[in-house]
C-alpha cells in the first residue's frame, strides 16, 4: 500500500497540549500519510474511531478509556471499554507502550484493562530495548504480537531555543558564578523528588542552586515539597506550570538536569532535556541508559552509588565539561530521535500490518 493511502487514526488525542502526539501526526503527514485524530471521548471511542475508514488505529496512553475517579465510574468505564473493544470494526490497532502501567492509576480493573487490550492490538511500538524487555515479561502475551522499537522522538523543533544562558540566569536571579542543578516537569512522588531535596541539603557549596519546576500533581504533594525544601535558601521552588515559552529559561540557566527517578519505563524528560543540550544526572534505571549518551551525563547505579555523591560531583565540573555533555546530548537526540526516522519507521510498520 502507497504511503499517501495510508489513513492513520491516533487516538486519544490530547491535543496541542501533548507535544508527542502533535509531533507524531505532524512528522506522518510529512511522510505522506493521511492522519486524523480522535479525542479523548467517555463513550465507545475506538468503535467510533474505526469507522472513520482509517487503516490503523493508534493509541499512546490508553489509560483514559478505562480509568474513573471513584470505584463505580472505573466500573463502569471498564464495561464500556471491553463493550468498545467488541464492537469496533476490526481495524488493526497499534499501541505505543510508554508506561508499564497509569503513573497514578485510578482504576482497579487496570490489569484486566491491559490485558484486554494486549489480545486485541495488532502490533506494538517500544520506545527502547530495555522496555520491551520489561513489559514483556509483565504481560507475556506481548511477545506472539508484532512489534518495533523506535526511539521517543525529540522536542528540538517543538519548544523556543533563543534566550542566552546570561540572559536565562538573569532572569531566575542566578548568578554566572554559581552551579545550576534542574529538575523540571511534573512534580510527582514517583519522580524522586523529595530524595532529591534531602541529597542536595547534605551538600555544603555556597553556589550551588537547586531548581525545582513544575506542577505538583496535588495540593498536598506540593505542601510535602515546600516543607522538605525550606530553611536552605539555596533551593529555588517554582511549583506551577511552566509555558513552554519559558521552558528555555530554565534549561539554558541549567548547568545540569536531575532525574531521580524511583522507577521509570520511558522518559521523555530526559528527551526533553537533551533537546536543550543539558547533561543529565539519573540513575540507571529503565532505558536511561538507552536514551542519555555516555559522555552526556552521570549515569550510576542506585544499590552501589548514592545520588548525594553524584551530584556532588556535576557541581565539581566545570562550564566545559557540561557544554560538551550537553552537545553530546543534543546530537545522540537530534540523531537518533529525530522525527523523520520515527516517521519512516512507523509508516513501514503499519504497512507490513495491513498487507
Not at 464495561?79 to 492509576?105: A, G
Not at 557541581?315 to 560538551?324: G, I
Not at 530521535?337 to 500490518?353: N, Q, T
Request: aromatic share 10%; with cysteine; net charge positive.
Amino acid at each position: 500500500m502507497r504511503n499517501d493511502k495510508l489513513r492513520v487514526c491516533i487516538l486519544p488525542f490530547g491535543g496541542k497540549e501533548n507535544p508527542y502526539q502533535e509531533l507524531t501526526r505532524q512528522a506522518l503527514l510529512d511522510k505522506g500519510l493521511s492522519v486524523s485524530t480522535y479525542p479523548k471521548s467517555n463513550f465507545l471511542p475506538l468503535l467510533r474511531a474505526s469507522r472513520s475508514n482509517c487503516d490503523i488505529l493508534h493509541l499512546d496512553w490508553a489509560h483514559s478509556f478505562y480509568s474513573g475517579s471513584n470505584y463505580h465510574r472505573a466500573l463502569l468505564k471498564w464495561l464500556l471499554y471491553r463493550l468498545d473493544l467488541n464492537l469496533r470494526k476490526k481495524t488493526p490497532i497499534v499501541w505505543t507502550l510508554h508506561n508499564e502501567r497509569s503513573h497514578n492509576p485510578l482504576s482497579p480493573f487496570e490489569d484486566k484493562a491491559i490485558e484486554k487490550l494486549i489480545e486485541n492490538v495488532s502490533g506494538v511500538v517500544y520506545l527502547s530495548e530495555s522496555s520491551k524487555s520489561n513489559l514483556t515479561k509483565s504481560w507475556p502475551l506481548l511477545k506472539s504480537k508484532p512489534n518495533v522499537t523506535i526511539p521517543h522522538g525529540n522536542y528540538i523543533d517543538w519548544y523556543p531555543n533563543t534566550t542566552a544562558r546570561d540572559t536565562a540566569r538573569t532572569f531566575l536571579g542566578i548568578s554566572a558564578r554559581q552551579k545550576v542543578a534542574l529538575f523540571i516537569g511534573r512534580i510527582q512522588p514517583y519522580k524522586g523528588i523529595e530524595e532529591l531535596i534531602v541529597s542536595f541539603k547534605s551538600l555544603h557549596g555556597d553556589d550551588y542552586v537547586l531548581v525545582i519546576a513544575g506542577n505538583p500533581t496535588t495540593q498536598e504533594y506540593q505542601t510535602s515539597i515546600l516543607e522538605s525544601a525550606k530553611n536552605d535558601p539555596r533551593i529555588k521552588t517554582i511549583l506551577t506550570f511552566i509555558p513552554e515559552e519559558d521552558l528555555q529559561l530554565y534549561f539554558n540557566a541549567a548547568d545540569f538536569c536531575v532525574l531521580p527517578f524511583k522507577k521509570i519505563l520511558n522518559s521523555g524528560s530526559a528527551v526533553l532535556s537533551m533537546s536543550f543540550s543539558t547533561p543529565i544526572i539519573a540513575p540507571r534505571v529503565g532505558s536511561l541508559a538507552e536514551t542519555i549518551p555516555t559522555k552526556g551525563g552521570i549515569l550510576y547505579n542506585p544499590t552501589t552509588s548514592k545520588l548525594k555523591d553524584n551530584l556532588e560531583i556535576g557541581f565539581n565540573m566545570s562550564h566545559e565539561q557540561t557544554a560538551q555533555m550537553g552537545k553530546a546530548c543534543f546530537n545522540k537526540v537530534d540523531s537518533d530521535h529525530g522525527w523523520a526516522v520515527v516517521s519512516e519507521r512507523l509508516a513501514s510498520f503499519y504497512k507490513s500490518l495491513v498487507r
